[in-house]
């Protein structure tokens, strides 16, 4: 298994199941990304202003504080205005799209989400490929 890089970047999960964190987290790690964690978007709002993460993966539906105001609440913060937020939600609708578009989500996933697309959303959204992401589909059996 691929381990992530001191430079690699940094991926923030947010999502109040821990099943669906531990799944993202493996799948980033294969990948080669550092991985940061949040249960809820409060938690997310507070680690994603002290760490500045490259990306944050961020569940809608979640207890204390929803991923929707949790990312207007990043949006509007000067230390993470500019990072890309994709939303993910085991709905796919178009007014659960809307409305996290509208939010100021980059882009909506449905979970679950497969290892291929993840690393094709998270290139498309940091401008880089993970540190093993370029090799998914023609090795991944392997590791």
Do not use: W
């Not at 949006?75 to 007014?95: H, Y």
């Amino acid at each position: 298994m691929a381990r992530s890089q001191p430079d690699a970047p940094t991926v923030m999960v947010v999502d109040d199941t821990d099943a669906v964190r531990i799944v993202l987290r493996m799948q980033l790690i294969i990948l080669g990304y550092h991985v940061l964690e949040a249960r809820n978007g409060a938690e997310a709002v507070v680690l994603g202003r002290r760490e500045r993460p490259d990306l944050i993966l961020m569940d809608i539906s979640m207890p204390v504080l929803d991923g929707l105001e949790a990312t207007r609440l990043l949006r509007s913060a000067t230390e993470t205005g500019e990072i890309p937020i994709v939303a993910l939600s085991a709905f796919s609708d178009d007014e659960c799209r809307d409305r996290a578009i509208g939010a100021g989500c980059r882009e909506f996933a449905s979970k679950p989400i497969e290892m291929k697309e993840l690393a094709e959303l998270i290139a498309r959204n940091i401008g880089r490929g993970g540190v093993t992401a370029p090799r998914y589909g023609q090795d991944v059996g392997r590791r």
